[in-house]
């Protein structure tokens, strides 16, 4: 695209055979991290787009809930130099940038040996990042912002594509505002809600059945919600120089219809006057995960579903419902005129775990036991990602139940009117 052209097309765009079978690999990626862990499309969507577009990205969220795992899988499967740290305020630069060269230093140059730290890496995964110390975090700015990692008086062009950060809590420390800004995206990763109760079990014990038959333990932590031990047989799926050929197409996709920027614009001042603190750097950046995720899917030109990226621009976890209210219902517009778009579809398979889940909430909903507002809010929602199910689904027996949960739901709310 030329200086000179305006960012809004003005010439069909179209994407030639090489990106449309790199674009291919991507979602086998996708689908293989789909199924291995439960309940993770969207965040796994996520590690994609940013990979595609050279983006770093922050997780958030409790221990055990595969946000190590989900990352040193997506390396295996794209073949990629991979390191990863768990930090603590007694790390030290030498375990994640390398040893200061001995030899060179005796010869009066300070540097470091960087084979296999992070520097050499082209994914990183560092848990527990805001929990390292100024000398770490110093260091990490550069390499975020320039990919550049300065040692003594000489500075290293680092290969990496991207770095994914973990986090328990969100930082409140201003020291740490820097590093926090420099993740473009967040997203959650929490423990399985109720409704993939019986998916997380049986998928556990098959890897507990799995790792004894192999002789060792399965319980490597980050793996819960997916197949502990499974990771070490993944094959790549796509090459990590593959993976860069997207990217450097996506510069000529950075052209947007003036409708998708239209809508952006007024996505965007929606959420700052929510409260939701969203930079000038950030909203140009977020471009390029919209143009990312509609090459990952293999089209040419953005849509309103690449608008999902923006539930992930949330600065603390209580702005999380704030962001989803305001660009939740572009995202249920587009999926309800496009339903193929949804990340991912149940199959008419998942109908008897689906039935099986309703009739245990209906029985609490009417059961006669009081609920809290707590209970009540949380079986609400349940009931609503049920019904997007049913409707994905989509045959007569998953429509005709996905009435009774409106029904269902319309009973709730009038006797909560009346009760209140």
């Known amino acids: 695209m030329s200086v000179s052209e305006p960012i809004a097309t003005q010439r069909m765009l ?109 994914i990183v995964f560092l848990d527990e990042i805001f929990k390292s110390n100024s000398a770490i975090l110093n260091s990490l700015l550069s390499i975020l912002n320039e990919r550049r990692f300065f040692t003594g008086s000489a500075s290293i062009q680092v290969p990496l594509s991207s770095l994914y950060g973990a986090t328990n809590e969100i930082p409140n420390d201003d020291a740490l505002g820097a590093v926090f800004d420099r993740f473009l995206v967040r997203t959650l990763s929490d423990n399985l809600d109720s409704f993939h109760f019986h998916g997380l079990i049986e998928r556990g014990l098959r890897g507990e059945v799995e790792g004894l038959a192999q002789g060792s333990s399965s319980a490597s932590g980050g793996d819960i919600g997916g197949l502990p031990g499974g990771e070490a047989a993944a094959r790549p799926l796509v090459s990590l120089a593959e993976i860069r050929v997207l990217k450097a197409r996506l510069a000529r996709h950075l052209q947007f219809p003036e409708e998708f920027l239209a809508r952006y614009k007024g996505l965007v001042f929606q959420i700052r006057s929510e409260g939701v603190t969203l930079s000038d750097r950030r909203v140009v950046k977020l471009l390029k995960l919209f143009a990312a995720s509609a090459l990952v899917d293999g089209r040419p030109t953005v849509d309103d579903g690449d608008f999902f990226v923006l539930r992930h621009v949330w600065n603390s976890v209580d702005q999380i419902p704030i962001v989803e209210d305001i660009v939740g219902p572009v995202l249920e517009r587009h999926r309800r005129d496009h339903p193929e778009a949804r990340i991912r579809r149940p199959s008419a398979r998942d109908l008897d775990g689906i039935l099986a889940e309703l009739g245990v909430i209906r029985n609490l909903l009417l059961g006669g036991e009081p609920l809290s507002d707590v209970q009540l809010f949380s079986q609400l929602r349940n009931l609503q990602e049920i019904r997007a199910a049913l409707q994905a689904i989509g045959t007569d027996t998953a429509q005709t139940m996905a009435a009774e949960v409106d029904k269902l739901l319309e009973g709730v709310f009038e006797s909560s009117k009346w009760s209140g």
């Open 14 to 122: 179209s994407l030639d055979a090489e990106v449309l079978r790199i674009a291919q690999k991507v979602r086998e990626v996708g689908r293989a991290l789909d199924e291995r862990y439960l309940d993770k499309s969207e965040l796994i969507r996520m590690l994609l787009v940013t990979l595609v577009a050279g983006e770093h990205m922050l997780i958030v969220g409790p221990p055990g809930t595969a946000k190590s795992a989900l990352v040193r899988h997506l390396a295996r499967l794209i073949d990629a130099r991979y390191f990863e740290y768990l930090l603590t305020r007694f790390s030290e630069p030498n375990e994640i940038f390398g040893p200061i060269d001995i030899k060179a230093f005796r010869e009066g140059t300070y540097v470091r040996r960087v084979e296999a730290m992070l520097p050499d890496a082209d």
